[in-house]
C-alpha cells in the first residue's frame, strides 16, 4: 500500500498503545556527547566542559578524527586537589577561561557544560558564568548547562544546551517561525528556500549559526521542532509566549509534507499553493525512497533506546518503506510532542520507554528482528550473535531531515542489509 493511501486508511495508530516503562542498566551516551554537533553548528561557540578525564575521553572516542581539527571544545579537567577540595575550583577556572579566550579571540559565546563529577562535587556553574561574564562582557557570553549523565541522555544535550539559550533571545512580539533543533546547514538552506517560496515568514533557526544571530521571541512567535528530544526547549519558548505548531517530524517525504504543512497552515498559504511548492521535492524524495524499497518492505526491525528519534524514525520505515517495528524503545516519549508520530505509527508495534538493557536484549533474542537499531557498545555483540545492526549515532550526525535527505536516510538502513547479503554469497 502506498503512504498516501495508508494516509487515508483509517489506521488507529499507536495513540493509546500501551507504553512499556523500564528502568535498570543503561547503555547510552551522556548529554555532553551533543557538543560533537553543536560546535560545528554555532560557529563562534566553544564548550568547555567541566570534568574528569573521563569525560575529555568520551569526547576524544565520540569526536574521532574531528579532534585533529581544532574543534571548538575541550575539556577543563578536575585533578584529585580540586575533587579534595585543595584548590578552588572556581579561581582554576577563571584562570582556564581567561587563557582559553586570549588564545581563542574568536569566541563569541562560552558554554560551560557540567558533568558527573562537577554535579557530584556541586560546583556552581550558573555563578561561575555569571562571574566570568562581569569579566569578559561584552565581547564573549558566558552561559552553563549540564550534559552530565546523571541528568541528561545524548540528545538530551542538546536540549539542554538549547534551553541555555532561550533566555538569551530577545523579546520581539512580531510574528515570525522559528524552527528549533540543530540541523546541517545544507537541511537548513533547503528549509529556508521552501518556507519563502510558501511565503512564510521571517524565519529564523535555534541555534544560530553565529551567536549574534539569536532570534528574537514573543507571542507572535510559531515555532516547529526539528527535533524530537527538545522537551525543555520548547517549555521555555512557549513561557516566552511562542506557541507550537504540532507536526510530525520532517523525516520522509510524508513527514517533510506533514512539518511543512503545519506552518504553511499557521500562515493561511491556500492549499493549492502548498502543493505546486512542494509536489516537486516529495516527488524527489519518494523516488529515492523506492529505491531501497526491494531491501527494507517487510523486514522486521527493534530500536533499542538512544535519541529519541526512534519513534519518528519507525514511522517513517514503516509507512514508506513497508518495514515492520517490532519494539520501538526510546529513552523518554514525550506524548504531547509525539501526537501525531504516534496517530501515524501503524498499530502493533510494542513500544518501550526508559531502559534495562538486559530484558530489551531478551526480547530482541526473541523476536529476531531482521534489522536492529542500538548504540556502538551493543552493535559488534549483536552482529557476532547473527543480527544485522545499525548504528544509531549516525542517525545523529547525518543530515536525514527534509525531502532531499530522504533517500539517504532510507539507504542508512539499506546498508547494513545489503552488507549482510553479500557477505552470504
Ligand atoms: S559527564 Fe558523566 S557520564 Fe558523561 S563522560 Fe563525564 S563522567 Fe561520564
Known amino acids: 500500500m502506498s503512504a498516501a493511501a495508508l494516509a487515508r486508511a483509517p489506521a488507529p495508530g499507536c495513540t493509546d498503545a500501551p507504553v512499556l516503562r523500564e528502568r535498570g542498566q543503561r547503555e547510552v551516551f551522556c548529554g555532553l556527547t551533543g557538543i560533537i554537533w553543536l560546535h560545528r553548528k554555532i560557529q563562534d561557540a566553544f564548550f568547555l566542559v567541566v570534568g574528569s578525564r573521563t569525560c575529555a575521553h568520551?569526547?576524544?572516542?565520540?569526536?574521532?578524527?574531528?579532534?585533529?581539527?581544532?574543534?571548538?571544545f575541550a575539556t577543563a579537567i578536575m585533578e584529585e586537589r580540586d575533587?579534595?577540595?585543595?584548590t578552588d575550583a572556581n579561581e582554576e577556572l577563571d584562570r582556564v577561561v581567561a587563557q582559553l579566550l586570549a588564545r581563542r579571540p574568536d569566541i563569541r559565546l562560552l558554554f560551560l557544560v557540567g558533568s558527573c563529577p562537577s554535579e557530584v562535587i556541586k560546583l556552581d556553574l550558573s555563578r561561575a558564568a555569571q562571574r566570568l561574564n562581569a569579566t569578559h562582557a561584552p565581547g564573549v557570553r558566558v552561559l552553563n548547562y549540564s550534559g552530565s549523565g546523571i541528568e541528561t541522555t545524548f540528545?538530551?544535550?542538546e536540549d539542554a544546551c538549547l534551553a541555555a539559550l532561550v533566555p538569551e533571545m530577545r523579546a520581539d512580539p512580531a510574528p515570525g517561525l522559528l524552527v528549533v533543533g540543530a540541523l546541517a546547514e545544507v537541511?537548513?538552506?533547503?528549509?529556508?528556500?521552501?518556507?519563502?517560496?510558501?511565503?512564510?515568514?521571517?524565519?529564523?533557526?535555534l541555534p544560530p549559526r553565529r551567536a549574534a544571530d539569536l532570534p528574537g521571541i514573543g507571542r507572535g512567535t510559531r515555532f516547529l521542532l526539528a527535533q524530537p528530544f527538545l522537551a525543555e526547549t520548547a517549555r521555555l519558548l512557549e513561557d516566552r509566549g511562542a506557541r507550537r505548531l504540532a507536526a510530525p517530524f520532517p523525516l520522509g517525504a510524508e513527514g517533510t509534507t506533514a512539518w511543512l504543512r503545519a506552518a504553511a497552515e499557521a500562515w493561511g498559504v491556500p492549499a493549492a499553493r502548498f502543493r505546486e511548492v512542494t509536489a516537486a521535492g516529495e516527488q524527489r524524495a519518494r523516488t529515492a525512497i523506492a529505491r531501497h524499497r526491494a531491501l527494507l518492505a517487510g523486514r522486521r526491525i527493534s530500536f533499542f533506546p538512544d535519541s529519541q528519534l526512534e519513534i519518528p524514525l519507525a514511522r517513517f520505515l514503516a509507512r514508506e518503506l513497508d518495514m515492520r517495528p517490532v519494539e520501538i524503545g526510546t529513552p523518554y516519549l514525550h506524548r504531547a510532542h509525539l501526537a501525531e508520530e504516534l496517530a501515524l505509527l501503524p498499530a502493533g508495534a510494542m513500544l518501550s520507554e526508559g531502559r534495562d538493557v538486559d530484558c530489551q536484549l531478551d526480547r530482541c533474542r526473541a523476536a529476531r528482528p531482521d534489522l536492529v537499531v542500538c548504540g556502538l557498545g551493543l552493535a559488534n555483540p549483536l552482529e557476532a550473535e547473527g543480527f544485522t545492526t545499525k548504528w544509531s549515532i549516525e542517525l545523529v550526525f547525518t543530515p536525514i531531515q527534509g525531502y532531499d535527505q530522504a533517500g539517504d536516510l532510507a539507504g542508512l538502513f539499506a546498508r547494513p542489509l545489503d552488507r549482510r547479503t553479500r557477505l552470504m554469497v
Open 58 to 72: 568520551l569526547m576524544q572516542s565520540a569526536a574521532g578524527v574531528m579532534i585533529f581539527a581544532e574543534p571548538r
Open 83 to 86: 575533587l579534595a577540595g585543595m
Open 155 to 157: 540528545t538530551q544535550g
Open 187 to 205: 537541511v537548513e538552506d533547503q528549509m529556508r528556500r521552501q518556507f519563502e517560496a510558501l511565503d512564510i515568514g521571517p524565519v529564523a533557526f
